[in-house]
T-cell receptor
Framework: EPEVTQTPSHQVTQMGQEVILRCVPI?????FYWYRQILGQKVEFLVS????????KSEIFDDQFSVERPDGSNFTLKIRSTKLEDSAMYFC?????????????FGPGTRLTVT | RKEVEQDPGPFNVPEGATVAFNCTYS??????FFWYRQDCRKEPKLLMS???SGNEDGRFTAQLNRASQYISLLIRDSKLSDSATYLC????????????FGSGTRLLVRP
């Protein structure tokens, strides 16, 4: 069964450093997403991406965040200058996009710890 | 009012029990509805989409009441493996790809 994969599973970084979280969406999916979940809180939408551009983003997704599809398989989330409050589990998801919002399938997540 | 509201539980039930979860959502423009399950420190996994006419998948039945902005999930014949947090999820508005998650209802199935 096709699945979304994410690397690394755990990333520890110092405040102010840049991090790049990587995802490989399901191969025939056209829509890609990032969500995050702070420990003990609910899952929150960050951004959706289609046809090489952002289609929606939340208030959380400010200038410190960017997304990219650098090749035909990877989808990345970059945080330019990490803050302590960026510590969370980051989930990538994808959907076929046949109908909004589609059934979104999530990767196993990257746990980001900012010290 | 929260965008998606759920009873946090926990619901503690014996194996074989029937358990029901409820959820309300605030945006009447939402058009797509889902139940996901999340195990501790794992990703949300799609359990089922929820359709206007109601739908069933094995032991799981989902219902939607648009007038009341209310979604339900019924689990029959609970198994130990059903222990998880159940997330009620809606999309932000018609044609939006953004999913809005509830905080989840925790289910514990005991032997």
């Amino acid at each position: 069964e096709p699945e979304v994969t994410q690397t690394p599973s755990h990333q520890v970084t110092q405040m102010g450093q840049e991090v790049i979280l990587r995802c490989v969406p399901i191969s025939n999916h056209l829509y890609f997403y990032w969500y995050r979940q702070i420990l003990g809180q609910k899952v929150e939408f960050l951004v959706s991406f289609y046809n090489n551009e952002i289609s929606e983003k939340s208030e959380i997704f400010d200038d410190q965040f960017s997304v990219e599809r650098p090749d035909g398989s990877n989808f990345t989330l970059k945080i330019r200058s990490t803050k302590l409050e960026d510590s969370a589990m980051y989930f990538c998801a994808s959907s076929s996009g046949e109908r909004a919002p589609g059934e979104q399938y999530f990767g196993p997540g990257t746990r980001l710890t900012v010290t | 009012r929260k965008e998606v509201e759920q009873d946090p539980g926990p619901f503690n039930v014996p194996e074989g029990a029937t358990v029901a979860f409820n959820c309300t959502y605030s945006n009447s423009a939402s058009q797509s509805f889902f139940w996901y399950r999340q195990d501790c420190r794992k990703e949300p996994k799609l359990l089922m989409s929820v359709y206007s006419s109601g739908n069933e998948d094995g032991r799981f039945t989902a219902q939607l009441n648009r007038a009341s902005q209310y979604i339900s999930l019924l689990i029959r014949d609970s198994k130990l493996s059903d222990s998880a947090t159940y997330l009620c999820v809606v999309n932000g508005r018609d044609s939006s790809y953004k999913l809005i998650f509830g905080s989840g209802t925790r289910l514990l199935v005991r032997p």
